[in-house]
């Protein structure tokens, strides 16, 4: 066979200027970050032969929300090696990093042919079979690396748990989950969008000063009161207080005084709240001055029923935007009905019915629900969309609300919130315990990246909504099973 050693070429990658680091990428790491080759600061990437092969295969899939983020990878990786020539590629090309000037280094890239592994003698491989070729032909790439490199930390990337146990079977060292887009250690510690204070929040409240405005008061106090505070978080307590945070400095902090009583008057589109939680919310999506809406809660706690009532308001009779539109990712089974007959909406039904009951909710005291909710489809210009036909768009004017946000990557909410156009609202759903993904966490889930990286813009809210309102039977399941 006239090519190249296995051993002369790993002497290639190792005669690269020294990093100390060297991580070998599986193929999902790209499709969950197609970014992902500038995550790993000044250490070295390999991509074996066969991501690529896949990355390939996958880039003509019918499937839109995975060929794109194959065909945005290959971009990325063919930005980098353009000019190079085969053995500067195999040897590893200097990454510079994009959002700096193009003297920034940060790293390494090269390409590992490791169809030539099997050539190899003095290395024990995993043996290639059928159902897991390719998965075997990754492990093998960075098990080579580690006899070759055993002084310099070598380290598999990958989503694939069951890959990452393979792996370690096999004596490598190093393997680990792509955590780039991790925001924290503990789903936990996920920002709610309030703060409940037990007895009387002003108890503890020393010097206080309070500006009386035409319908509301605003309160200032020192920051050191609530040091981890963020914009349009509530604070609530025992007594019945309730405030929202309408600004932020260094030195102190303002609160807008609502009142818990207030809040749980409000009376939206036939709507009105049944907890604390489903009223904060319900005030920060009527607010004008707030852009994007989170709203994050378990099944049942009326997440889409709030945003319906609050969108249906907000067109029909303050006339703020011209149209609703809802969208939301479709399973990978949703391509199978893709060449029937039909519009959009009508290919959608199937997995936007949640909505058609939320509205038959909102009318159902009418003296005839499905006229009614017939008219208001019309009258709100309410369309549906699959997420995966929204990317390139641009929205204006509309209220767009984006249902099973928990399903998709940090990369997939960037390039719908970066849709949406002027006098437009987002709002985003989602439910971090109900994730279908294989390769998506709560923690890694695009949607806790969002919550947490948003909470600190002052026209986006948050609120994380934990009563279960649909039924006794729901809460039970939610909770116990």
Not at 228 to 257: C, K, M, T
């Amino acid at each position: 066979m006239n090519a190249i050693s296995t051993s002369a070429l790993l002497h290639k990658v190792r005669s690269t200027p020294a990093p100390s680091k060297i991580y070998v990428l599986d193929t999902n790491v790209l499709l969950h970050d197609p970014l992902a080759v500038h995550a790993f600061n000044e250490h070295k990437i390999v991509i074996p032969m066969t991501v690529l092969e896949e990355l390939d295969h996958i880039k003509d899939r019918a499937e839109k929300s995975v060929s794109r983020e194959a065909r945005i990878a290959i971009g990325t990786i063919d930005k980098i090696l353009t000019d190079a020539t085969p053995q500067q590629i195999q040897e590893g090309v200097q990454i510079m990093h994009p959002s700096r000037d193009e003297e920034a280094f940060s790293g390494w890239l090269a390409i590992f042919p490791d169809q030539l592994i099997e050539d190899a003698e003095d290395a024990s491989f995993l043996r290639l079979s059928k159902d897991h070729d390719n998965d075997n032909r990754i492990i093998n790439v960075a098990l080579s690396l580690q006899k070759q490199h055993p002084d310099l930390f070598v380290c598999l990337v990958t989503k694939d748990i069951n890959m990452r146990l393979k792996a370690k079977g096999s004596g490598l060292l190093h393997v680990e989950d792509y955590r780039n887009d991790k925001v924290l250690d503990d789903i936990d510690l996920l920002s709610t969008g309030h703060r409940h204070f037990s007895g009387n929040f002003w108890s503890d409240v020393g010097e206080v000063r309070s500006i009386r405005h035409e319908r509301y008061t605003v309160h200032e106090t020192s920051r050191s009161v609530l040091p981890d505070a963020y914009p349009n978080q509530f604070i609530h307590d025992d007594n019945g207080f309730a405030a929202r945070v309408v600004g932020l400095s260094d030195e102190s902090i303002q609160l807008r005084d609502i009142s818990a009583e207030k809040l749980m008057q409000q009376h939206v589109w036939g709507l009105s709240p049944r907890n604390l939680e489903q009223a904060m919310a319900l005030h920060l999506l009527q607010a004008e001055d707030i852009d994007m809406n989170i709203l994050v809660g378990q099944a049942g706690s009326g997440k889409t029923l709030l945003a319906l009532a609050c969108g249906l308001h907000a067109i029909l009779e303050e006339k703020r935007f011209n149209k609703l539109i809802v969208a939301r990712s479709t399973p990978p089974i949703a391509e199978d009905i893709g060449f029937l007959p039909g519009t959009e909406e009508e290919k959608m039904a199937p997995w936007l019915a949640a909505f058609d009951d939320n509205l038959e909710v909102l009318h159902g005291s009418d003296e005839s629900p499905h006229s009614s909710v017939q008219y208001v489809k019309e009258r709100a210009n309410i369309q549906f969309k699959s997420l995966n036909f929204m990317r390139g768009r641009s929205f204006n004017n509309a209220y767009i609300i984006v249902d099973e946000a928990q399903g998709l990557t940090q990369f997939q909410l960037k390039s719908i919130i970066t849709r949406v156009g002027t006098n437009s609202k987002l709002v985003i759903l989602g439910n971090l315990a109900q994730i279908d993904n294989k390769y998506i966490t709560p923690l890694t889930s695009g949607l806790t990246y969002i919550v947490e990286r948003f909470k600190q813009f002052d026209r986006s809210g948050l609120m994380h909504i934990n009563g279960i309102e649909r039924s006794a039977l729901a809460a039970f399941a939610e909770e116990n099973l």
